[in-house]
């Protein structure tokens, strides 16, 4: 791939050739253990199955009384049966003897269900004015069968189960079934590691008060945001003066995948390309889509690099296109979008150029698509604005007004108050 500085892109990749080429070097990340502590939202390298019941004992599911349901069938206010209460069972301390016909005994929710005792009587079923702990009598005024408010062994997770599959992405609930089942140590995916590099001159640390012709870092967090994200593990190189040696040697750091903000593009000072192609391998450099089309991608060190253009939106694009389906793909998640989609009707004409896919940022007016009216790359308010975005594809000149299109939101929870506020 030749030198394009100063001379622009004689042809362009498309968004599909370039996805295909991605694809094809995209592979899991190995496995490693982690403490059942830290195992929430990682990705389940394993399937795991229960090597036990749970739970290992029959449990009272109700407070009341442990009894044999043959006893109190029939039982009402007007024909109550009367049992004698010969003890209680309390969660971790079981009753040590046996209910035989005419007893009860006093059970509190996920105690042991003594033996002999195949039901559990709830409290209200008595007229008891209270509790009855042992060497008493209740008398029960309702009746329950075999097994009623009881659960069983194994009637959880049972010996030989599939508790859950690899490729789960943990949620609170499944780390406490994990621990259930006696699990401390959990197989997951490694998460990526991503060096973040940004160049330029013109650029001041994240956060710094911009002064003079020199602007602050936006780029930077936005992308540690946005790996933190997608399950990877964010290292901020930055910024890093438009010196090819110092880029080539920020891009040579320790990471699974490199991405470099600023110098992708064709001008005079754009070297992070030509570094790549001279280092490493550059496989796509002008990928036919709006904005974003001066992002590359390709490989140094056996690493995946992506080369994504320095104004903000762009950088987001390119960012979602491909460089966090690389980071969710090494990680075992979902290539696919972490957005929530909805399909709407458009408010007003769009025009698209046929021949390349475009970005465009939209919000959510009365049940309607608007797409916003500052369209250049380099507003990122533009997408602090926007609900979300929709896609035109490269053989799209346009849509009319009404046409249904799929809108990805960028916030799921705040997206959706706003369009139903409206």
């Known amino acids: 791939m030749s030198d394009v500085r100063m001379k622009g892109f004689a042809r362009r990749t498309t968004v599909a050739q370039a996805l295909a080429w991605l694809d094809g070097h995209l592979c899991i990340l190995a496995e490693e253990v982690v403490p059942l502590e830290k195992a929430a939202r990682r990705v389940l390298a394993r399937t795991i199955v229960s090597s036990v019941n749970v739970p290992g004992f029959a449990r009272g599911m109700m407070d009341g009384y442990a009894i044999r349901a043959a006893d109190v069938q029939g039982a009402s206010p007007y024909g109550p049966v009367v049992l004698r209460v010969i003890g209680r069972s309390l969660p971790g301390r079981p009753f040590q003897g046996v209910v035989e016909s005419g007893t009860a005994v006093c059970i509190m929710t996920g105690a042991p269900l003594p033996a002999g005792a195949d039901a559990v009587l709830p409290a209200e079923l008595t007229e008891n004015q209270q509790w009855i702990k042992g060497g008493g009598e209740i008398r029960a005024v309702g009746d329950v069968g075999p097994g009623k408010h009881v659960s069983g062994i194994g009637s959880d997770v049972a010996v030989g189960q599939e508790v859950l599959p690899a490729g789960r992405l943990l949620r609170p609930q499944d780390v406490g079934l994990l621990s259930s089942i006696g699990l401390a140590d959990v197989p997951v995916v490694r998460c990526p590691r991503v060096r973040i590099v940004t160049t330029g001159d013109e650029l ?138 909805v399909r709407l009707p458009l408010a007003r004409k769009i025009a698209s150029h046929i021949g390349s896919v475009d970005y465009l940022r939209v919000r959510l007016i009365d049940g309607q698509v608007e797409p916003l009216a500052i369209s250049g790359a380099s ?18 000149e346009g849509l009319l007004p009404d046409a249904e299109v799929e809108v990805f939101l960028y916030d799921d929870l705040q997206a959706a108050s706003r369009h139903v506020g409206r």
């Open 379 to 396: 507003i990122l308010s533009s997408t602090t604005r926007a609900d979300g975005f929709i896609i035109l594809p490269e053989n799209c």
């Open 204 to 341: 001041l640390p994240a956060g710094a008060r911009p002064a003079g012709y020199r602007i602050a870092d936006s780029n930077g967090p936005m992308l540690q945001a946005l790996v933190t994200r997608d399950g990877g593990l964010a290292e901020l190189v930055g910024p890093v003066a438009d010196q090819p040696e110092a880029i080539l040697d920020a891009m040579r750091g320790p990471a699974d995948v490199v991405l470099v903000s600023g110098g992708s593009s064709v001008g005079e000072e754009d070297c992070a390309p030509v570094l790549l192609r001279q280092h490493g391998q550059l496989a796509v450099h002008g990928i036919a889509m709006r904005p974003s089309s001066p992002t590359g991608m390709g490989i140094l060190d056996g690493r995946l690099v992506f080369l994504l253009p320095g104004n903000p939106v762009s950088c987001l694009c390119a960012y979602d296109f491909f460089a966090g389906r690389a980071i969710r793909a090494l990680g075992g998640r979902s290539v696919e979008w972490p957005y929530r989609r």
